[in-house]
């Protein structure tokens, strides 16, 4: 078959087993005699990713030629994580080629699912941060937004987990680049220089080291739509291959050290989602693809329009996820400046346009903070620009402050301020007197002393991000408001125009109707069109159908036909046997203290307690549970590895005492990740979604599950509450103290409160008492919630939350027993899900913050 002249490979069955035929024989190089019937489903699915490629390139070339042509402005969303995940059965179905694909598969003897199984995950992310990505450059696609996404390619994305026979967490390598990656088109020849270290001499940088980034394009296909976007993922080089004199004289360690080092910039992805500033090589990693991706757009613009830099802002916004790609606001600054020749003041408000900054957090230690002494040393010239930035911004502020200090009552300070200010020359004659103005300014500086270190500043990047760009947004609707009240209130009260909010969104492609077919055939036939899929609002016609008994046994046993696919799942990853009746509850996300697994495994073990004093008449009305974990453990957070451990431990214990048989099983499953969600969630019938509020910025396996029609435990926190908005807030299983009460409990009364709930306390003596084994192992684990002192104080508020989680609990039992209720519930969180398409998220961006407009070839 191969690419037709007209640029379009043909899509009947015959074509594409001949065509698949083809690379397995030429692309793949498999042996002639085992085609096509002798080959494992590993090499198979090679086969076939090559042959899918060509029409994904096909389509890929002639959205991007169309865009170059017309020349549309374009968002650039730079993040330093894209999960992607796997990407074949997404490609087959975004491009509609399902059916003559499975069709040719078969035909060759496979199975498409089996070749489904076979791809490595790409997990160039963390987590919520990282999936959200790449939902998003799904989304740009699928709407024909001219955009892309930048990021680096990760040699070794995101650890794999294991668990070994104690229980503990093991992390082995991610080496998912192996056996090649088929969705990627390697540019040797895009490569651009990046310069690190060296001196500044009357603002000119000399780089003492040098590195190429070198471009790789994964095409990334919309739905019911030819558009196909772009993820550019950058890849460190050396500059000079080899040391040829090092070579010549034998020392062939350091003719490859150079090699070495260039690539250790895209080696590894930090595998943590809370700290790890302070590390010179992540900053290298940030800059990097920064330099590389700005670099990258600035050609581009001035193929087309050389010269006319004020043109820029109509022509390109870069959007900031996080502050890992901050470093942009003075790379952009740094090209324009020193390259393009510009003055300060046109590069300044030339950024100021073209720049947006997006928060995901507000845990402090996340909160990225470079040392001045790395920063300097790395990026010397960046260092002089953040801080004439620093002044400039503080210089702005100085008659704001003046007037208020002015209007403050105390007469005597205002009066010293406004001689301090007004007279330079005494200013500096009483120098050792604090000037108010200079103190007041303090709190907004972008540099600013180390809070645990003397004499140690610290250039906070957020504050960079926000006074860099035209627009600062949180990711749902609390935490938009709460990031205006915490950790920018200052900056938000001298320029609130700049803040908004954004909810966070999912692809309901993948995280609908590809993972659960049977359940997106249900929806298509009772809403009559499978538009649904692109236009999410639609699922609100599945409401008139909640109450209608019909109906809700079809919708049953699709749940079911899911609960058994899960099951069937961790049989073959576990060799656990799970019954598939019990209720299926599913916790999974990155493992932390304030996610508050700990919550959940104390329930259970209370639980296990109530079973193994039950009678036999009590045992008969319990409600019989699956409690499902997963989530990884950065690998240096203690009291996360601990909650792993603990939860193994209890699993192991419940689900071996035959007292307890299928009334609860425990099962942690190792190495989640995003192929696992794609099973894991559509099987859930409860899902977990329990942080301390005010901790969980947004939240998006929360929508996941919501659209999957699993009903939700949660706090009033991130998302959980537009979701209680949408869905009805008595259909979600709420509890506990809500944002506004837990700066209250933690200043106040949990000093002098002692109010443990006996069962609380019933379930933390079983840990101490040994039930679960290794007392003192998981001694400050226990204390670190029951002792209140300095050091342990139950900062998430395990202790006072959990009678009113467990009251939660029991109404889920209940309910549960109700299954016809439990699946009129389970209808309307579907229903009520269709706001949370990253569709609706992306066209709020494209509308309220880059002026993005869709550009569709005809
Ligand atoms: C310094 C290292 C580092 C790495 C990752 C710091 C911070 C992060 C992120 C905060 C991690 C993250 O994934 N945040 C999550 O972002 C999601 C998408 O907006 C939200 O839904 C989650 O609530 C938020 O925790």
Redesign the pocket.
């Known amino acids: 078959n191969g690419a037709a002249l007209d640029g379009k490979p043909k899509s009947d069955p015959a074509s594409i087993e001949a065509d698949v035929l083809q690379n397995l024989e030429f692309t793949i190089g498999a042996p002639s005699n085992k085609i096509p019937n002798g080959l494992d489903d590993k090499t198979v699915y090679r086969g076939v990713a090559a042959s899918v490629r060509e029409f994904l390139i096909a389509a890929f070339n002639r959205t991007q030629d169309y865009w170059r042509d017309q020349d549309p402005k374009f968002v650039y969303y730079l993040s330093a994580e894209f999960l992607m995940g796997r990407s074949l059965l997404n490609a087959v179905q975004n491009l509609e080629l399902t059916g003559p694909l499975s069709e040719a598969i078969k035909k060759l003897g496979y199975d498409l699912e089996d070749l489904v199984d076979a791809e490595q995950n790409a997990a160039l992310g963390?987590?919520?941060?990282?999936r959200?990505a790449a939902c998003f450059i799904d989304s740009m696609a699928t709407l024909d937004l001219p955009g892309w996404g930048y990021g680096i390619r990760y040699k070794y994305g995101m650890f794999k987990q294991a668990i070994d026979a104690k229980g503990y967490q093991q992390e082995l390598p991610d080496i998912w680049l192996t056996n090649g990656n088929p969705w990627e088109i390697a540019r040797p020849e895009i490569t651009y220089k990046i310069g690190f270290y060296g001196t500044v001499d009357n603002f000119k940088w000399s780089p003492a080291e040098q590195v190429i980034a070198k471009a790789y394009d994964n095409p990334i296909p919309g739905y019911k739509t030819s558009t196909v976007g772009n993820l550019r993922l950058w890849e460190a080089l050396p500059l000079c291959e080899f040391d040829l004199d090092a070579f010549n004289e034998g020392k062939y360690d350091k003719a490859v050290e150079e090699r070495r080092k260039a690539e250790d910039i895209s080696a590894v992805l930090?595998p943590?989602?809370?700290?790890?500033?302070g590390k010179e090589l992540r900053l290298k990693q940030q800059f990097f693809f920064v330099s590389a991706s700005i670099q990258d757009v600035l050609a581009r613009f001035k193929e087309k329009h050389a010269g006319d830099w004020a043109l820029l802002p109509e022509k390109a916004i870069f959007q900031m996820n996080?502050?890992?790609p901050t470093i942009a606001v003075a790379e952009l600054m740094r090209l324009l400046i020193d390259q393009e020749g510009l003055d300060w003041d046109t590069a300044w408000g030339i950024t100021q346009k073209t720049l947006a900054f997006t928060n995901?957090?507000v845990?402090p230690e996340?909160l990225?903070k470079w040392p001045v002494k790395v920063l300097g040393k790395l990026l010397p010239r960046h260092l002089e620009i953040i801080d004439k930035i620093d002044d400039i911004w503080k210089d702005s502020l100085k008659e704001k402050i003046l007037a208020q200090i002015e209007s403050e009552p105390k007469a005597a300070p205002a009066k010293a301020a406004k001689a301090a200010a007004k007279d330079g020359e005494e200013e500096e004659a009483e120098e050792d007197e604090e000037d108010p103005v200079e103190t007041a300014l303090a709190k907004y500086g972008i540099i600013t002393e180390n809070p645990w270190e003397k004499d140690a500043k610290v250039i906070n990047m957020a504050y960079l991000a926000v006074v860099g760009s035209k627009a600062v947004n949180g990711?749902?609707a609390i935490h938009s408001e709460i990031i205006k009240d915490t950790i920018f209130k200052d900056f938000y009260e001298v320029m609130p125009e700049k803040f908004q909010n954004k909810t966070?969104g999912v692809t309901p492609r993948r995280w609908l109707a590809w993972c659960n077919p049977k359940l997106a055939a249900l929806i298509t036939e009772t809403l009559g069109t499978d538009a649904w899929i692109n236009e999410t609002t639609l699922l609100a016609g599945l409401r008139q159908y909640a109450d209608d008994k019909a109906f809700q046994a079809k919708w049953r046993t699709v749940k079911h036909a899911a609960k058994e696919k899960l099951s069937h799942k961790i049989k073959s990853l576990m060799g656990v046997d799970l019954p598939t009746d019990p209720l299926y509850d599913v916790q999974i996300k990155r493992i932390h203290e304030y996610k508050r697994q700990y919550l959940n495994i104390l329930s259970l073990i209370y639980r296990y307690h109530q079973i193994k004093t039950a009678s036999p008449e009590e045992k008969a009305e319990m409600v019989p549970r699956v409690s499902i974990f997963g989530g990884k453990a950065a690998s240096a957070y203690y009291a996360a590895k601990k909650i792993v451990r603990l939860i193994n431990r209890v699993g192991a214990v419940v689900n071996s005492d035959p007292d307890v048989g299928d009334l609860l099983k425990i099962v942690f499953v190792p190495d989640y990740n995003v192929d696992l969600a794609e099973v894991l969630i559509p099987g859930a019938e409860l899902s977990q979604h329990i942080s301390t509020a005010g901790t969980?910025?947004?939240?998006?396996s929360n929508m996941k599950f919501a659209m999957n029609g699993c009903l939700i435990i949660g706090t009033m926190d991130?998302?959980n509450i537009e979701i209680a908005q949408e869905t009805g807030k008595e259909n979600m299983f709420v509890f506990g103290m809500d944002a506004e009460d837990v700066p209250v409990w933690r200043e106040g009364k949990r000093k002098e409160w002692k109010d443990y709930d006996p069962r609380f306390v019933k379930a933390l003596d079983l840990i101490k008492s040994g039930t679960f084994g290794e007392t003192e192992y998981f001694k400050d684990l226990v204390e670190s919630i029951s002792v209140m002192n300095d050091s342990n104080n139950d900062w998430f508020l395990v202790a006072p939350d959990f009678t009113d989680y467990m009251r939660a609990q029991d109404e889920v039992d209940k309910l549960y027993a109700d299954q016809d209720e439990w699946t009129r519930r389970s209808i309307l969180y579907t229903a009520g899900s269709g706001f949370f398409s990253s569709d609706r998220t992306i066209d709020q961006y494209a509308k309220e913050i880059w002026d993005v407009v869709p550009c569709k070839q005809p």
């Open positions: 963390n987590g919520g941060l990282g959200l930090y943590n989602d809370a700290t790890e500033y996080d502050t890992h995901h957090t845990m996340a990225e990711v749902a966070n969980e910025a947004s939240g998006t991130g998302a």
